[in-house]
């Protein structure tokens, strides 16, 4: 007897955060991402924002109950060989997510999402504590940019001192649980440095910057890709390394829409090779 061998699925990532109304960042950042690098992306959604490339016009948070059962839908009959989160808004949103997390099958990914590229609110000031206690523990790899280092640490990284800086704000990280720290160097000037240790390696990975203001999406998109690295089996090294390259790429293809901001290419690749 013939036929076609069934189809062997690919690498299975959820993302547990927020939606981007305009695709940029959030929920949809991630599933692109996932795609894009071979991965099967599935999402629980914590909450809708009205989002454009001029800002964040509203956000609405999700009911708890709903958070839980999306979780335990996926998780329980799919399974998951990766998970990632970002958008979790407040304190109780953390903590219910944390405790999902906190018997999560596969190594988790968390992008501690606070500000918007445009500067408005994702996370509420009162849970910046609840980040620290209850999340980062369960964390293989935590991406904060330096905004979300000073608010996480209280460490303002400055460009004559920013290599020192990282270093000291990424051990003051590990002391909260994660496994890996990436502490995210993009908003200091020149090249593009970020900093990745689990307090005995240290990986410095440097990028050329790009003269490009489209950038939206760049942090959802680097822990997405991440992600999907760990689920296809590599080290956190190798999975960081490959996710920093991803990203480049998608920096500088970033593309305008609307009046303000554009998002990052996440289909760079495709339209590299025709």
């Not at 071979?38 to 909450?47: E, I, N, P």
Request: charged share 20%; proline share 6%; with cysteine.
């Amino acid at each position: 007897m013939t036929g076609t061998p069934p189809a062997v699925a690919p690498p299975r990532v959820l993302t547990v955060a927020g939606s981007d109304s305009g695709g940029g960042a959030g929920i949809q950042a991630d599933l692109k991402t996932m795609l894009a690098l071979g991965a099967h992306g599935m999402s629980v959604l914590t909450a809708v924002t009205a989002q454009n490339s001029l800002g964040v016009q509203g956000a609405w948070s999700l009911p708890l109950e709903a958070v839980r059962a999306q979780y335990r839908s996926v998780v329980d009959d799919i399974g998951v060989q990766a998970l990632k989160t970002g958008m979790l808004a407040d304190p109780a949103m953390v903590e219910t997510v944390a405790a999902l997390l906190s018997d999560a099958p596969a190594p988790v990914v968390v992008d501690p999402v606070s500000v918007s590229k445009h500067g408005d609110r994702l996370l509420a000031d009162e849970a910046i504590d609840a980040v620290r206690d209850r999340l980062l523990p369960v964390a293989t790899v935590v991406t904060p940019n330096l905004d979300e280092v000073a608010e996480l640490t209280g460490i303002a990284l400055k460009a004559d001192t920013a290599e020192s800086d990282m270093r000291r704000a990424a051990e003051r990280l590990l002391t909260y649980g994660p496994r890996w720290v990436l502490v995210k160097g993009g908003h200091l000037p020149g090249e593009a440095v970020d900093l990745l240790t689990d307090g005995t390696a240290e990986h410095w990975l440097r990028s050329p910057r790009h003269d490009n203001a489209h950038t939206h999406g760049t942090g959802c998109t680097l822990a997405s890709a991440v992600a999907v690295g760990l689920a296809q089996g590599r080290d956190v090294p190798e999975a960081v390394r490959r996710a920093k390259e991803y990203v480049t790429g998608a920096i500088a293809a970033g593309f305008a829409l609307g009046d303000g901001i554009g998002p990052v290419d996440h289909g760079w690749r495709f339209r590299a090779t025709g």
